[in-house]
């Protein structure tokens, strides 16, 4: 595989509800003269694309109880409690903190909350590059978990459009020769943490392009195909 090359989307301004969010990303890597190419992936953060979408509701930030009622309101179910923090599964499958609500980034009295389908999120990023460049790209809808076995906090896929988003390795040979049995590899979780090294946290950058992938790997496919079906789960 070539060398990867991530390159920051810098000059998306504030994302309003209603605002073409593909649109902004064209006209930011337009201006910084970064032309999209065939076979990039373009991961833009959830939370821009929840403003965009409008999925943003009034939450005071001091209302515990407030909070802890729209958390629930967006889960499926609650796995555990712990002070204020709920670990829970969302209607898209997803297990994570509070069910995806977010108060950072967003204005003062206000949270943000996980797009409705961020799936059909990023295919319609995706549609509108190809039309407006000709580039025929991926697209990842990052957002920030933690995970069971391990500490900290990473960004992974939450919607994917024209990039695979596990790629089964099962069947192939290792560098000795020996047959691979359970190996499948989040490729779209690698990518989306790949470019949230150059976005970061608190930067304010909400969009990357990770060119270099391998090619094999731009097919349709969506995030659902990162959820861990319930009876594999040993934390649910």
Do not use: Y
């Not at 390159?7 to 064209?26: H, K, M, N, Q």
Request: aromatic fraction near 2%; charge should be negative; glycine fraction near 8%.
């Amino acid at each position: 595989m070539p060398a990867l090359t991530i390159i920051p989307i810098d000059g998306i301004p504030e994302v309003r509800p209603g605002d073409s969010l593909a649109d902004l990303v064209v006209d930011a890597a337009g201006a910084q003269r970064t032309p999209f190419q065939d076979h990039d992936c373009v991961v833009v953060t959830q939370k821009v694309v929840s403003k965009a979408e409008n999925r943003l509701v009034p939450l005071d930030p001091d209302d515990a109880a407030a909070r802890r009622e729209l958390v629930e309101s967006e889960s499926v179910r609650v796995l555990r409690r712990r002070g204020d923090l709920i670990i829970s599964e969302t209607r898209h499958g997803f297990v994570c903190a509070n069910a995806g609500v977010d108060l950072s980034n967003v204005d003062a009295g206000s949270a943000a909350l996980l797009p409705l389908d961020p799936d059909r999120s990023a295919r319609r990023i995706r549609d509108i590059v190809r039309a407006r460049t000709g580039a025929s790209v991926g697209v990842i809808v990052s957002d920030t978990f933690g995970r069971a076995w391990r500490t900290g906090l990473t960004d992974v896929a939450i919607g994917v459009a024209g990039i695979a988003a596990v790629v089964d390795l099962r069947g192939e040979l290792d560098a000795n020769g020996r047959e691979l049995h359970v190996t499948e590899v989040a490729v779209a979780d690698e990518i989306a943490g790949a470019a949230e090294l150059v976005m970061g946290k608190a930067s304010g950058l909400a969009a990357a392009i990770v060119r270099g992938l391998d090619v094999a790997w731009f097919r349709d496919a969506s995030a659902r195909d990162l959820v861990r079906p319930t009876a594999e789960d040993l934390f649910r």
